[in-house]
């Protein structure tokens, strides 16, 4: 069999996945497919047809940071990321024969876990979509509710020349925190930014001593950062 007629016969042998997973809490929470049970359902029948799935690349695509207004009128800050996964499945009889699909995953924390979450739906889905696995479950009819609110998102949209300066906030923290400043120290790193360039223009010597207002022109202005400081390698 080539890895048509094989992701073909899997297919048909897989035909439903159970929703055991609850997702948010109170009135708003609802069933969903967990990544444990797609994966309990898919691996034992790979195995018997000779398939081998997994992430040939992952590529972030885009982070950014949202804020949100609480009912208290408090806000909370949570770190998105969206990334691009190639998910291939290969016929272990034939390693040349291969099929890829792309998929995309996005995750949203309060911490560290965005990229985790995010890793985990676009694996999910790509298993899912591959094998047209029916779980009675549309992601259109489920609404954030993290995000529920008035929700500001700070992404890397274009605008002319880096300032020090950023939009005033009513209710903007003076320093961000130390997720905040990890990831985008991850990005700074992705895309080989000259940080000793970026920091003088912002007048501080490291990304830890950078101020709220600082941090979120840096966001805001990504583009511009990785055009003016992309590309270099740091010591």
């Given at each position: 069999?080539?890895?048509?007629?094989?992701?073909?016969?899997?297919?048909?042998?897989?035909?439903?996945?159970?929703k055991?997973?609850?997702?948010?809490?109170?009135?708003?929470?609802?069933?969903?497919?967990?990544?444990?049970?797609?994966?309990?359902?898919?691996?034992?029948?790979?195995?018997?047809?000779?398939?081998?799935s997994?992430?040939?690349?992952?590529?972030?695509?885009?982070?950014?940071?949202?804020?949100?207004?609480?009912?208290?009128?408090?806000?909370?800050?949570?770190?998105?990321?969206?990334?691009?996964?190639?998910?291939?499945?290969?016929?272990?009889?034939?390693?040349e024969?291969?099929?890829?699909?792309?998929?995309?995953g996005?995750?949203?924390d309060?911490?560290?876990?965005?990229?985790?979450?995010?890793?985990?739906?676009?694996?999910?889905?790509?298993?899912?979509k591959?094998?047209?696995?029916?779980?009675?479950?549309?992601?259109?009819?489920?609404y954030?509710?993290?995000?529920?609110?008035?929700?500001?998102?700070?992404?890397?949209?274009?605008?002319?020349g880096?300032?020090?300066?950023?939009?005033?906030?009513?209710?903007?923290?003076?320093?961000?925190?130390s997720?905040?400043?990890?990831?985008?120290?991850?990005?700074?790193?992705?895309?080989?930014i000259?940080?000793?360039?970026?920091?003088?223009?912002?007048?501080?010597?490291?990304?830890?001593?950078?101020?709220?207002?600082?941090?979120?022109n840096?966001?805001?202005?990504?583009?511009?950062?990785?055009?003016?400081?992309?590309?270099?390698?740091?010591?």
């Amino acid at each position: 069999m080539n890895i048509y007629e094989k992701m073909s016969a899997i297919t048909e042998e897989i035909t439903a996945v159970a929703k055991n997973l609850n997702v948010g809490w109170g009135k708003s929470q609802y069933k969903a497919v967990g990544e444990a049970d797609v994966l309990a359902a898919v691996k034992p029948i790979e195995a018997k047809y000779g398939v081998y799935s997994y992430p040939v690349s992952r590529q972030i695509i885009d982070t950014s940071v949202l804020t949100s207004i609480k009912a208290d009128g408090s806000e909370a800050r949570q770190i998105f990321m969206r990334i691009e996964v190639v998910y291939r499945f290969i016929n272990v009889e034939k390693p040349e024969e291969y099929i890829e699909i792309t998929t995309y995953g996005d995750g949203v924390d309060a911490q560290d876990k965005a990229p985790g979450k995010a890793m985990t739906y676009a694996d999910k889905y790509a298993l899912l979509k591959a094998y047209k696995i029916i779980t009675g479950e549309d992601p259109d009819q489920n609404y954030s509710n993290d995000l529920k609110g008035k929700t500001k998102k700070q992404n890397s949209a274009k605008i002319d020349g880096l300032s020090e300066q950023a939009p005033p906030s009513s209710a903007q923290p003076e320093a961000p925190s130390s997720t905040e400043i990890k990831a985008l120290g991850e990005r700074c790193r992705t895309n080989a930014i000259d940080l000793d360039g970026l920091l003088k223009l912002y007048g501080v010597k490291a990304l830890d001593d950078l101020n709220y207002k600082q941090y979120t022109n840096i966001i805001k202005h990504w583009e511009d950062v990785v055009k003016k400081f992309g590309g270099k390698k740091n010591e």
